[in-house]
């Protein structure tokens, strides 16, 4: 199967500082990768859409200033949250599309659970 | 614009019996369907998709789904459930043709009873 990774699975921090989450496709090239942020007990909200060696496409409302997301690879990209505050606690998951994985179905991450303090 | 409705927030069912979660879409054009399984403090996990062909579509885990164009639904199948199947359930949509981005539904809490 197709296998993503994000790393780390869970951060703590302080409000104030800034947290990276790295997503990498293990098994193959993902020419589109995807940041969710889900809140407890709820669905998953898209934040942008990433395509390899482009700025990323943020959904409405997503503040891309506070979100940074790279994706310098077709193995990688990171979701860099600037400045966070206790707000930004959430759940986030990557997923990536694209390869020999195809263009049709997203792979998901295992997530990581930011909290900031 | 595309949607999706999942029903049903919550479905208990006891160990053995069959369940189905419910999924209707909504839609001006042809689509690609699927489902996923989460289970607490992970990510998704692929259970089945519906791209084109044969309309009933077989999964991991014993899953199955049949799309119903007519009824614009896409509903999960299990004909027999474990404790193990416990999790959240979310259909998704996205548009065939290259256009990538997931609707998902809200979600649906399968819980099975001893």
């Known amino acids: 199967g197709a296998v993503v990774s994000q790393h780390p699975s869970r951060v703590i921090c302080k409000s104030g500082t800034s947290v990276k989450i790295e997503c990498r496709s293990l098994?193959?090239?993902?020419?589109?990768m995807f940041w969710y942020r889900q809140f407890p007990k709820k669905s998953l909200m898209l934040m942008a859409t990433?395509?390899?060696?482009?700025?990323?496409?943020?959904e409405q409302g997503v503040e891309k200033d506070k979100f940074l997301i790279n994706h310098a690879s077709l193995t990688l990209s990171t979701l860099t949250v600037t400045s966070a505050h206790p707000e930004d606690s959430s759940f986030y998951i990557c997923?990536?599309?694209?390869?020999?994985?195809?263009?049709?179905?997203?792979?998901f991450g295992p997530g990581t659970r930011l909290t900031v303090l | 614009a595309q949607s999706v409705t999942q029903l049903d927030s919550q479905v208990p069912v006891f160990e053995e019996a069959p369940v189905e979660l419910r999924c209707n879409y909504s839609?001006?054009?042809?689509?690609?369907l699927f489902w996923y399984v989460q289970y607490p403090n992970q990510g998704l996990q692929l259970l089945l998709k519906?791209?084109?062909?044969?309309?009933l579509v077989k999964g991991i885990n014993g899953f199955e789904a049949e799309f119903n164009k007519s009824q614009t639904s896409f509903h999960l199948r299990k004909p027999s459930v474990h404790i193990s199947d416990t999790a959240e359930y979310f259909c998704?949509?996205?548009?065939?043709?290259?256009?990538?981005?997931?609707?998902f539904g809200t979600g649906t809490r399968l819980k099975v009873l001893a």
């Open positions: 997923s990536a599309s694209g390869g020999r994985a195809g263009t049709d179905t997203q792979y």
């Open positions: 098994d193959f090239q993902a020419t589109t």
């Open positions: 990433s395509n390899e060696g482009s700025k990323a496409t943020y």
């Open positions: 839609s001006s054009v042809s689509v690609y």
């Open positions: 519906y791209l084109s062909g044969s309309t």
């Open positions: 998704a949509v996205t548009q065939g043709g290259g256009t990538y981005k997931y609707i």
